[in-house]
């Protein structure tokens, strides 16, 4: 009964370093996002996917790229790390409209 | 476009005294409203959830939230509050037109003994 898994737990990058962070999820779910979270900032949105191969930008997707060539996964890129990225990100999946999402438990990642 | 302000971003109550979390929103299309809750350095846990069904709506943990259109709020409360209820909270909306959930920033809950 995993749900959603997010991939690595705790990371450390150096500026300008590149790094992959991996969601799966076991749900069947047709909706996937990518969150960051921040104090004081609540969760915002990086970016979305309603299906597989289909993505869409969120309210701050500048710095990240994402792909969903399996349904069941979805994966998060920095091409070029930078401080500003230093943050929690989540993982969350969810089906029809009206209904909740499930949320992995987070990666932390650290920017120096 | 749609919006959460949670009113409050710290709350401190005495243990077992009322739990008030206040939400206001704003959203376009019907919207369905969630609470989820954060304990320290851990993932996000549903709380509870609106989907235009009842407008009162009972959680886990004896929470419950009303959902008030004319007002556009959904508060979140509890008649009493236990040492476990400190974390964070967060109101959250889904338009009905968009598969996008908006967070609020948090309400930091403190239960003091």
């Known amino acids: 009964n995993a749900g959603v898994t997010q991939t690595p737990k705790f990371r450390v990058l150096k500026t300008g370093q590149s790094m992959t962070l991996l969601c799966a999820q076991d749900?069947?779910?047709?909706?996937m996002y990518w969150y960051r979270q921040d104090p004081g900032m609540g969760l915002r949105l990086i970016h979305y996917?309603?299906?597989?191969?289909?993505?869409a930008k969120g309210e701050v997707p500048d710095g990240y790229n994402v792909s969903r060539l399996k349904k069941q996964n979805f994966l998060l890129g920095l091409e070029s790390a930078a401080p500003s990225q230093t943050s929690v990100y989540f993982c969350?999946?969810?089906?029809?409209?009206?209904?909740?999402?499930?949320f992995g438990q987070g990666t932390r990642l650290t920017v120096v | 476009a749609q919006s959460v302000t949670q009113l409050d971003s710290h709350v401190s109550v005495s243990e077992g005294t009322p739990v008030l979390l206040r939400c206001n929103y704003s959203?376009?299309?019907?919207?369905?409203l969630f609470w989820y809750v954060q304990h320290p350095n851990k993932g996000l846990q549903l709380l509870l959830k609106y989907t235009s069904a009842a407008t009162l709506v009972k959680g886990i943990n004896g929470f419950e939230a009303e959902f008030k259109k004319s007002e556009t709020s959904f508060h979140l409360t509890k008649p009493s509050a236990h040492m476990s209820d400190a974390a964070e909270y967060f109101c959250?909306?889904?338009?009905?037109?968009?598969?996008?959930?908006?967070f609020g920033k948090g309400t930091l809950l403190t239960v003091n003994p």
């Open positions: 996917s309603v299906g597989e191969g289909t993505t």
């Open positions: 959203s376009s299309y019907s919207p369905s």
């Open positions: 969350a999946s969810g089906t029809r409209r009206d209904t909740e999402a499930f």
């Open positions: 959250v909306v889904r338009p009905g037109s968009n598969y996008k959930l908006t």
């Open positions: 749900m069947n779910h047709e909706y």
